[in-house]
C-alpha cells in the first residue's frame, strides 16, 4: 500500500515560482517511480517529469524544462517539485505519482495510466 500527500499549490503572479510536496508513506520514494503530472480543464492529463526507481536522473516535458525541478529527500521521504517562472498556461491541478514498475520503456514512464498511486491533486493557478 502506498499512499501520496500533496500540498504546496496556491495562487501565483506570473513570473512567480510555487514548490510543491509530496509525502509518501507506505514505501521509500528510493524504491520507487515517482513523478508529477498536470492537468488542466478540457485537456488530458500531462506529463511533467518523473524519476525511474533505478536512476536519480529525472525525465522533463519539453514544455518545463528549464523552469521546473524535481527532487526527493529520502530521510523526509518527499517528493518536491520547484516550479519558477510560472505563466498562465501553467495554471492546472498538478498531481504526484508513485509505481513499483521499473519503466523501462519512456513512453510507459510519461503514460499517466501507467501508474497505480495518485495524490490527491492540489491547485496551481496563475494569474495577475
Known amino acids: 500500500h502506498v499512499q501520496l500527500a500533496e500540498s504546496g499549490g496556491g495562487l501565483v503572479q506570473p513570473g512567480g515560482s510555487l514548490k510543491l510536496s509530496c509525502r509518501a508513506s507506505g514505501r521509500t520514494v528510493s524504491s520507487l517511480g515517482v513523478g508529477w503530472f498536470r492537468q488542466a480543464p478540457g485537456n488530458e492529463r500531462e506529463f511533467i517529469a518523473a524519476f525511474r526507481k533505478t536512476s536519480s536522473n529525472p525525465y522533463y516535458a519539453e514544455s518545463v524544462q528549464g523552469r521546473f525541478t524535481i527532487s526527493k529527500d529520502n530521510t523526509k521521504n518527499t517528493v518536491y517539485l520547484q516550479m519558477n517562472s510560472l505563466q498562465p498556461e501553467d495554471t492546472a491541478v498538478y498531481y504526484c505519482?508513485?509505481?513499483?514498475?521499473?519503466?523501462?520503456?519512456?513512453?510507459?514512464?510519461?503514460?499517466?495510466?501507467?501508474?497505480?498511486?495518485w495524490g490527491q491533486g492540489t491547485q496551481v493557478t496563475v494569474s495577475s
Open positions: 505519482a508513485a509505481d513499483e514498475q521499473p519503466f523501462a520503456i519512456l513512453s510507459s514512464l510519461k503514460n499517466p495510466t501507467a501508474w497505480d498511486y
